[in-house]
């Protein structure tokens, strides 16, 4: 796998405002994978980035893969408390092992 | 979507025992699985890659001989830890990579254990 980092590892948001973090590495990344782990629950994927500057959407969310694709950010516009739980990034290398990053814990106040 | 399952879901176990933990892919084949580790509030570490039909491989610092990693069939591994203490209570991930789908992973339920 290639190592991928998210920092920090928690934040804290009002329902209704927006949120965005990033992964980031130092070395060209072959593609981004982002999951969402629920409390209590395992990782679900979400979506998967490959192209240089690629961006896609998921409704509220909106992925970006850097044009170095040394980095990756995740938008979530006007949150709701479903979107509370763990967002993971990883990428997968040649053998098709996925590294993730520490991930972000998202906390939405009501 | 892909399914991935797992089981048992939780176990408890006295320490010095085994304990066996099922993965199966259920509507697709999968020739290579991958067991993680997660502690709590930690992140997803990477055990072994299972590899159908061969021996696992690995990741640093995991032992081989107290993890046993058997993937018999395109639908199932298994991970069995053996003469297991306190320190290996854990949530166990298995996730699988469907052959039809790039690079995207599905992950099972998680196995929780606990050693006492």
């Known amino acids: 796998g290639q190592q991928v980092m998210q920092i920090p590892q928690y934040q804290h948001v009002q329902e209704g405002e927006d949120f965005t973090t990033y992964c980031n590495s130092s070395t060209t990344l072959s593609n981004i994978q982002w999951y969402k782990q629920r409390p209590g629950g395992h990782p679900v994927f979400l979506i998967q980035l490959v192209k240089s500057g690629e961006v896609k959407k998921q409704k509220r969310l909106t992925f970006q893969f850097g044009e170095a694709k040394k980095n990756s950010s995740l938008h979530i516009t006007a949150t709701q408390t479903t979107d509370v739980g763990t967002y993971f990034c990883g990428s997968t290398g040649a053998n098709s092992k996925l590294t993730f990053g520490k991930g972000i814990t998202l906390s939405v106040r009501p | 979507g892909a399914v991935v399952s797992q089981h048992p879901s939780r176990v408890i176990c006295k320490s010095g025992t085994s304990v066996k933990i099922e993965c199966r892919s259920l509507?697709?084949?999968?020739?290579?699985m991958f067991w993680y580790r997660q502690f709590p509030k930690q992140s997803l570490m990477l055990m072994a890659t299972?590899?159908?039909?061969?021996?696992?491989?690995?990741e640093q610092g995991v032992e081989k001989d107290k993890f046993l990693i058997n993937h018999a069939s395109l639908t199932l591994s298994t991970l069995t830890v053996t003469s297991a203490h306190p320190e290996d209570s854990s949530f166990y991930i298995c996730?699988?990579?469907?052959?039809?789908?790039?690079?995207?992973?599905?992950f099972g339920p998680g196995t929780r254990l606990t050693v006492t």
């Open positions: 299972s590899n159908e039909g061969s021996k696992a491989t690995y």
């Open positions: 509507d697709f084949q999968a020739t290579t």
């Open positions: 996730s699988a990579r469907a052959l039809s789908r790039d690079g995207e992973q599905y």
